[in-house]
Antibody
Framework: EEQLVESGGGLVQPGGSLRLSCAAS????????MTWVRQAPGKGLEWVSA????????YYADSVKGRFTISRDNAKNTMYLQMNSLRAEDTAVYYC????????????WGQGTLVTVSS | QSVLTQPPSVSGAPGQRVTISCTGS?????????VHWYQQLPGAAPKLLIY???NRPSGVPDRFSGSKSGTSASLAITGLQAEDEADYYC???????????FGTGTKVTVL
């Protein structure tokens, strides 16, 4: 059974940094692009970033470009999101999701990890 | 900022049919990119409900159906059940933004 488990969320001050992890199991991790999607409290879904199966191509929403870095370690079946210069508006539940086909549909989601940016 | 527009809420009595619209533009739905739909139950992660405009993943009841035309798409729920109360989101790809775009989300209430 495919499974995605996020970790690394927590409370951080504005301007601070945090690294999220997404551990995958039950499928050939390196064969699939992966994506981060976030959801602010009481709000809708927002695409954050995506990475190809090899890790050679990365993509970012304008709202996080230059501040967030997506990466993956295929040997560890894990994807990461390094978040720097965090702002209050980055407060959200961050979900990792598996791309069925690159930039097609997200066919499996993790349970999410909450990031709160506040002083 | 959501690029795809959905009605904030729809409601219906058990057994009724409800539809949710998803309106995009020439850089996403109108460009021919597929539309997918997700169901998010209260307190849970989103789950793929419809893919490729009108296809259901294994395990999704045939009460759920999708369609696409021009720059819009629709999700229909027939024979509405209490367990269908959830938020629903459409999703596509946008060539101008070079990334995924989601709808604004629609809350379905079963009266």
């Amino acid at each position: 059974e495919e499974q995605l488990v996020e970790s690394g969320g927590g409370l951080v001050q504005p301007g601070g940094s945090l690294r999220l992890s997404c551990a995958a199991s039950g499928f050939t991790f390196s064969s699939y692009a992966m994506t981060w999607v976030r959801q602010a409290p009481g709000k809708g879904l927002e695409w954050v970033s995506a990475i190809s199966g090899s890790g050679g191509s990365t993509y970012y929403a304008d709202s996080v470009k230059g501040r967030f870095t997506i990466s993956r370690d295929n040997a560890k079946n894990t994807m990461y999101l390094q978040m720097n210069s965090l702002r209050a508006e980055d407060t959200a539940v961050y979900y990792c999701a598996k791309d069925y086909l690159h930039f097609d549909r997200l066919d499996n989601w993790g349970q999410g990890t909450l990031v709160t940016v506040s002083s | 900022q959501s690029v795809l527009t959905q009605p904030p809420s729809v409601s219906g009595a058990p057994g009724q049919r409800v539809t949710i619209s998803c309106t995009g533009s020439s850089s996403n739905i109108g460009a021919g990119y597929d539309v997918h739909w997700y169901q998010q139950l209260p307190g849970a992660a989103p789950k793929l409900l419809i893919y490729g405009n009108s296809n259901r993943p294994s395990g999704v009841p045939d009460r759920f159906s999708g369609s696409k035309s021009g720059t819009s798409a629709s999700l229909a729920i027939t024979g509405l059940q209490a367990e269908d109360e959830a938020d629903y989101y459409c999703q596509s790809y946008d060539s101008s933004l070079s990334g995924y775009v989601f709808g604004t989300g629609t809350k379905v209430t079963v009266l």
